[in-house]
């Protein structure tokens, strides 16, 4: 499904890229804050949720092509980093719940359209 | 295309991943495929990041060929003391640092094995880690690759034609003043390479390597009994040894452990007697395109050289090098990624160091290899072997429990590669050899497939006009199978016309006979 619509679910604010946001399709999510584990996970379907809103994160996405990176827990990025990620073409997403809750919300509404992979 | 080289800073974590970011620009101006590019920068940014977490700096060498990404990331400190624990799961020596910035998980080095084609690593203490890996950048896909891995040098053809007459799958036509393989038809026996007096055709030059530091040097017994009455195989095992390799297997521990297995599976399924021993890949290539109802025959085992890969790879910090003693087995999807060496080239390495070392020969082993199981029918020479094939198909063969089929003398002793006579080799090998470690077989896990190589025309209508086609033309040929219109039969000459590889111009009794009407 697109990621603005997934995006809507969780209440959240995409800071970045809006258009593209609407275009890319996600079918997985992958939470953490280590970047292997996420590395392993990512693919250009792929939504990041994390409490790790670093210039690594962002290299990673930037790597990996991932559909999206939201942060959590409702706290903006620090600006140096959405400006990374409109340079780099990456839809930056801020969800107000906590990162449990913001998976969940994702998990149910993936698995309720039945394409998660 | 030439290696690029990014130096990598060590501790700048906001930096870190510049020369992964630049390596996937040129991946994707090569156009390579997403799933090995998405491989590709797991692999790279977790080597790009190791250096900059743990090292005091170093630097990532990019090579980049059509088919194939190698990097190579080297750091000058201070080394791994263990590499083992390094790999494992879990494990890190990361500083708080990095795992404030989400690292230091000790995923690292597990995550770019998983996601390389080929992975090794070598550390020094004190001197630094140097972590070598490679991603395929194509799927090995089986049906556009050449079955083949025999080289053509179109300028050394004689034209003589002996490779016409003994290319058991008459894949091979002359025209043009050169050789030329069907490709759809050859099983790289490489009898022709054995046939060929002028050097036009010989073993695809493999991926050459530099150095044996750090190599596991995996060879045939037959290579190790080439060099004469005055250096046993023992010896020959010595000077591999000193020439820098890191550890040597002899190919036999291999093909020893799939003749036992071979047994017992023919023991545990009768039904399937008799069982064909996977041990020659250029049998097997036969099997698939001339004899595919016999696949169900073949015992459901990797042929040595892939066993071997697969062993080998499950250790880490190991870089193969194999040295096929046969082209069939060069052919080898897996072991063609690998490092390999021609016997002639090792051979020669070989040769110089143990005429430099003449004295020191206390290597004679009282203990001989150990030898096959007593239940298994050889057959060597491809006539014999598509013979026994032919007997097996039409079930006549059912009182025999195992066969080893071989497409050289004596198996790989007979390798056109090699220059020893074969009964000679074998008989240095068995007498004066050393004792081997039998490894065990590993399952087979893609099933053997039939070829699709005989086909006149996918479509099967289509197939029936041309082998009538094909008919009509052979009846006009004077069947004299002379080969001078460049194919080995008359027969195979009218498949040509009908497939358009040839015209019936070329055939010179139709063409006189033509001048004569005139």
Known sequence: MNLQTLVECIDGRILTHVAQAAETR??????????????EQASENTLIVSNLMGRSLIRMAELMDVAGLCAV?????????????????????????SLFETCGKLYERLKSEGVLV | MQPIIYTIQAGDYEAGGRA??????????????????????????????????????????IELDGSELNVEVKDSGPGIADIDQAMREGYSTAPAKAREYGFGAGMGLPNIRRNSDRFSIRSTVGEGTTLEFKVLLKEP????????????????????????????????RVRKHKPLILDHLCIDCNICIGECPSGALSMESPKESKSHAGQTLVVSAAFLSQFGTGFPPAAVLQALLALGFEATHVLESWSLGIQQAAVKYARRYPELQPVIVPTCSAVLNLIQLRFPSLIPHVAPFL?????????????????????????SQFGERAVRNEQTMVPSQLRNEVLTWLNAHRDNQDTLSDETPPTRPEEILRVWGLSHVMGVLNEIEDGLLSDVPVVELLA????????????????????RWESRGFPIPVYPATEQTVPLSARAG????????????????MDDIRRMLPGRDCGVCGAPTCEDMAEDIVMNRAE?????????EGDKEK
């Open chain 1, 26 to 39: 996600v079918n997985r999510v992958a939470a953490g804050d280590n970047i292997s584990g996420m590395l």
């Open chain 1, 73 to 97: 827990g409702g706290t903006l990025p620090e600006s140096e980093i959405i400006e990374r990620a409109s340079e780099r073409g990456i839809v930056l997403i801020v969800s107000p719940y």
């Open chain 2, 20 to 61: 992964s970011r630049a390596l996937k620009e040129h991946l994707k101006k090569l156009g390579a495929d997403g799933k090995a590019v998405r491989r590709a920068m797991i692999a790279a940014y977790e080597a790009e990041m190791n250096v900059v977490i743990h090292s005091v700096g170093g630097e990532m060498k």
């Open chain 2, 141 to 172: 896909d089986l049906a556009d690759a050449p079955p083949h891995s025999i080289r053509i040098n179109s300028a050394m053809c004689r034209q003589c034609k002996s490779c016409l007459r003994v290319c058991p799958t008459r894949a091979i």
């Open chain 2, 303 to 327: 042929t040595p050289h892939l066993a071997a890969r697969a062993m080998l790879e499950k250790q880490r910090s190991v870089q193969m090098v194999f040295c096929p003693s046969q082209c």
């Open chain 2, 408 to 427: 050289c003398d004596q198996g790989c002793f007979g390798s056109p590669l090699l220059s020893e006579d074969c009964h000679v080799a074998v008989n």
């Open chain 2, 454 to 469: 005989i086909r006149l025309d996918e479509n099967m209508l289509r197939a029936m006009t041309k082998l009538r086609q």
């Open chain 2, 504 to 512: 019936l111009s070329q055939c010179i009794y139709l063409a006189q």
